[in-house]
């Protein structure tokens, strides 16, 4: 927090206050690592279901209590509820789906990236200049080298690192 600090040319406690307030405000969901799942030998991918209103809390809760979940959010469609999932394979990812369909009753589809796209977006705070509105061309993101074989101590490491981190200066 105290690096974050010097680059926002502020104090290492007011930049632990603003994360915290933009947290209670619903602007930060998590503040965490972020991981290269496939480095890692992970897969992901983008789920949805067409969830009845009177079931949509029920079933978000199901969803966010899965491991692999991070991104969890309503839509307004007929494919209302959206998240991203990660395991260490389709099929896996495939089984969670089904024992997920299997305790709230909804049907959920598993959608794949076939191509994955980094748009890499970075938001000056001064604010937008006439280039951040240029349309630019984006290429795919390229496979990462030497794939990484973790250990049952590194897996639950990694798992650890997903959750929050302390907002405080020794986390």
């Known amino acids: 927090f105290q690096a974050l600090a010097q680059q926002a040319g502020c104090t290492e406690a007011d930049a632990i206050a603003a994360i915290r307030r ?4 619903g602007y930060i969901r998590r503040y965490r690592a972020q991981l290269d799942y ?12 067409s969830v009845p209103t009177e079931k949509l809390d ?4 199901a969803v966010s209590a899965i491991e ?8 307004n469609h007929k494919f209302n509820l959206w998240f991203t999932c990660q395991d260490e394979s389709f099929e896996r990812i ?6 997920l369909t299997q305790q709230t009753g909804v049907e959920f589809r598993a ?13 000056d705070p001064s604010g937008p200049s006439a ?3 240029l349309a630019g061309e984006y290429q795919p993101v390229s496979e990462p080298e030497g794939v990484v074989k973790l250990t ?13 981190i302390v907002l405080t200066q020794s986390p």
């Not at 692999?68 to 839509?75: C, E, F, I, K, T």
């Open 111 to 123: 959608l794949p990236a076939e191509t994955v796209y980094k748009l890499d977006v970075r938001f």
């Open 131 to 133: 280039k951040d509105f």
């Open 22 to 25: 933009l947290k209670e405000q």
């Open 94 to 99: 495939e089984a969670i789906l089904g024992k």
């Open 68 to 75: 692999g979940v991070s991104h969890n959010y309503l839509r």
């Open 152 to 164: 049952a101590d590194q897996r639950q490491a990694l798992r650890l690192l997903q959750d929050d």
């Open 58 to 61: 029920a079933v978000a809760a």
């Open 38 to 49: 496939k480095r890692l030998g992970r897969v992901a991918t983008l789920v949805t279901a």
